[in-house]
T-cell receptor
């Protein structure tokens, strides 16, 4: 069964460094999403992406964040200058319509 | 702003019991509501999706209902099994000004013991 994959599974970085989180959505899906979940907190929407552009973003998704679909398979989330409060689990999701979303296993980001 | 609340926060039951998990939301102008399960340290697995025009959805031992007017959804799990142990999340997509950003609840942590 097709699934969303994410790399790396864990990332440790120093405050102020740039990180890129990678996702490979399900191949025939057209809508892509990033979410985050701070330890012990709710899952929070960051951004949705369709037709090579951002369709929606939350207040969390400020200028430090960017997304890109550099080729036909990858979907990336870049954090330009990480802060301690960016430590969280980051989930990628994809869907073929704006309906059921399929989530990846997540990348656990720790900013020191 | 949509607020989603899930009750109870945690539940521990013996195997075989029928369970009801609750999700309430403050803005009834929803587009759809989705139930997920999340296993420790893992991603989310979609269980059921209910459109705003629907009253319920069923999949195997799971049944989800939606009452928009009262701002509530319930997830019913029949004949619970230890493998059902996980955190169950409710996510509401609100149809507001062309925005469909989902809002999640904190989840119900379920333990089913043999």
């Amino acid at each position: 069964e097709p699934e969303v994959t994410q790399t790396p599974s864990h990332q440790v970085t120093q405050m102020g460094q740039e990180v890129i989180l990678r996702c490979v959505p399900i191949s025939n899906h057209l809508y892509f999403y990033w979410y985050r979940q701070i330890l012990g907190q709710k899952v929070e929407f960051l951004v949705s992406f369709y037709n090579n552009e951002i369709s929606e973003k939350s207040e969390i998704f400020d200028d430090q964040f960017s997304v890109e679909r550099p080729d036909g398979s990858n979907f990336t989330l870049k954090i330009r200058s990480t802060k301690l409060e960016d430590s969280a689990m980051y989930f990628c999701a994809s869907s073929d319509t704006q309906e059921t979303q399929y989530f990846g296993p997540g990348t656990r980001l720790l900013v020191l | 702003k949509q607020e989603v609340t899930q009750i109870p926060a945690a539940l521990s039951v013996p195997e075989g019991e029928n369970l009801v998990l609750n999700c309430s939301f403050t803005d009834s102008a929803i587009y759809n509501l989705q139930w997920f399960r999340q296993d420790p340290g893992k991603g989310l697995t979609s269980l059921l999706l209910i459109q705003s025009s629907q009253r319920e959805q069923t999949s195997g031992r799971l049944n989800a209902s939606l009452d928009k007017s009262s701002g509530r959804s319930t997830l019913y799990i029949a004949a619970s099994q230890p493998g059902d142990s996980a955190t169950y999340l409710c996510a509401v997509r609100t149809a507001s000004g062309g925005s469909y950003i989902p809002t999640f609840g904190r989840g119900t942590s379920l333990i089913v013991h043999p």
